[in-house]
């Protein structure tokens, strides 16, 4: 069997008709799924094509049509990679139509009537596409893929198609006309957070891959993507305000809308909150006439609004694998939170409430450290609270205790010991989540370590026997005659 196809037009040719074509010169073949699935994904627009393709899997599968018709047309995608990866299909490119004279017909059947009226060609059919392109996207500073971006790419001959970037942070097209590619990648209503901005083509010098290489094994342990996720790849424009500017007048010299510009900036479109965001985030006072929106001045500090431009990069060579160099913009500074005793120690994984200049309030805990990153919802003031006080008093005891023990300082144990019950409870569980360095089996055998001498464990016996952290019948029993107690 064999398929004829032009762009996105798709038909079965029948066995008289491969007499007409030269399989070897038009046969397009394909050893990885992969492959064919790229080479097949841009004909999915083509409801034609997506006809041919179910009636193709119906004849080679045991697929009802009426279950081919509920599948979705990736699957059917899916499934013709399959078919012709293991060469199930052979696949067949067509002629140009321009050559048969304007026989083109849209059904498989006109199309054989008209071939067969015809001569044969004199010249001979194209040679197969077998040209590829392959684009990396990379953050600049991490040298890490950056993910989620679409690009659309335009190829030699003339046809375009949209492909996201994967995981990977590649894309990579076979089976192409070998020539230039153009790629580029456009915009409507976005969020800077939630874009790339164009940095360079090319790779970064051998030193500085290097260190990158280092840092970015560093990152991989974390099991952190957020910092190389990206919807959009633009030209941004940090722009600094001038005397008499609006967010209108900037958004309609960049042929956007007042929103638009907003919205890419401050992630919201709600006026009342646009004004919060330039005020805080541009440092405007200034207001126009009517007080509903912000008139920028040149002394506005920082005075900066970023614009976003239809991001594109022309002639690209084919069989070539190109590297676009992206970064993040970070317009809001993150807040760093740090809980630590007044001794230094730290306390690790507290609660915490942050809450901002425009009232809203982000929850969390802090790390094994101490400590915890926030994204602010909105420059301006903040307030932090830590709201589970018993937690935190538990921790920093368990953080003291550990000190101490691991200090060898027995006097200070002691001390700590003489805390109500209810607290010892607590701390002793947070010293076994936390803290268990010194024998690893808890906080009573490393108290009954560092004891030395009879005189010295009966104290702490009866200190940990009161707290209900040792049963009584532990407790060491001593003859009255010994006059080392008496």
């Not at 040679?127 to 996207?137: Q, V, Y």
């Not at 192409?176 to 957070?193: P, T």
């Not at 901002?356 to 915890?372: C, R, T």
């Not at 008093?393 to 010991?417: D, F, P, T, Y």
């Amino acid at each position: 069997m064999w398929i004829f196809l032009h762009d996105s037009d798709w038909f079965e040719i029948t066995s008289p008709m491969r007499d007409f074509f030269t399989p070897k010169a038009e046969h397009v073949g394909f050893f990885r799924v992969s492959d064919a699935k790229v080479y097949l994904f841009r004909f999915m627009r083509s409801i034609d094509a997506m006809g041919v393709f179910r009636k193709i899997i119906q004849a080679q599968t045991n697929h009802s049509a009426s279950n081919l018709e509920n599948l979705r047309d990736d699957h059917v995608i899916d499934i013709m990679a399959e078919i012709l990866a293991r060469g199930g299909l052979k696949l067949g490119q067509a002629i140009h139509p321009a050559r048969y004279r304007g026989i083109w017909h849209t059904t498989p059947r006109s199309i054989e009537d008209a071939l067969f009226e015809q001569p044969a060609l004199k010249e001979s059919p194209p040679a197969p596409a077998n040209g590829w392109i392959k684009i990396r996207i990379v953050d600049d500073e991490t040298n890490r893929p950056a993910m989620g971006i679409g690009l659309d790419i335009k190829f030699p001959d003339g046809y375009e198609s949209h492909y996201p970037v994967g995981v990977t942070g590649n894309i990579e097209v076979r089976a192409i006309a070998s020539g230039r590619c153009d790629i580029s990648c456009n915009f409507s209503d976005v969020y800077i957070e939630d874009c790339f901005k164009f940095v360079k083509v090319g790779e970064n010098s051998a030193e500085q891959k290097g260190v990158q290489r280092q840092d970015q094994r560093a990152a991989d342990t974390q099991d952190d993507y957020k910092a190389q996720k990206g919807s959009h790849l633009l030209d941004i424009e940090e722009h600094k305000v001038k005397d008499g500017e609006t967010l209108e007048s900037l958004a309609k010299q960049n042929d956007l809308t007042w929103q638009q510009l907003a919205y890419f900036n401050y992630g919201t479109k709600d006026l009342a909150k646009v004004n919060l965001f330039v005020a805080n985030m541009v440092g405007s006072s200034k207001m126009t006439e009517d007080g509903k929106t912000y008139v920028f001045q040149s002394s506005d500090d920082p005075g900066i609004v970023y614009i976003p431009k239809r991001w594109s990069l022309a002639n690209l060579d084919t069989d070539s694998i190109h590297t676009i160099r992206v970064k993040k913009v970070r317009t809001r500074k993150d807040i760093t939170l740090e809980l630590k005793t007044s001794e230094g120690l730290e306390i690790p994984e507290a609660e915490y409430s942050v809450v901002f200049a425009d009232g809203s309030e982000k929850n969390g805990l802090l790390d094994k450290k101490g400590f915890a990153t926030v994204s602010p919802s909105i420059p301006g003031p903040f307030s932090v609270t830590y709201p589970n006080h018993d937690d935190i008093r538990a921790k920093s005891m368990a953080a003291a205790m550990s000190k101490e023990l691991q200090e060898k300082n027995l006097e200070k144990v002691i001390g700590l010991l003489t805390q109500p019950k209810d607290s010892l409870k607590d701390m002793s569980t947070m010293y076994t989540k936390y803290f268990n360095t010194l024998s690893g089996n808890g906080l009573v055998e490393d108290i009954d370590n560092l004891a030395s001498g009879k005189d010295q464990q009966i104290i702490v016996d009866h200190l940990l026997v009161r707290a209900e952290l040792k049963a009584p019948e532990q407790l060491m029993v001593v003859p009255w005659e010994n006059p080392e107690l008496l």
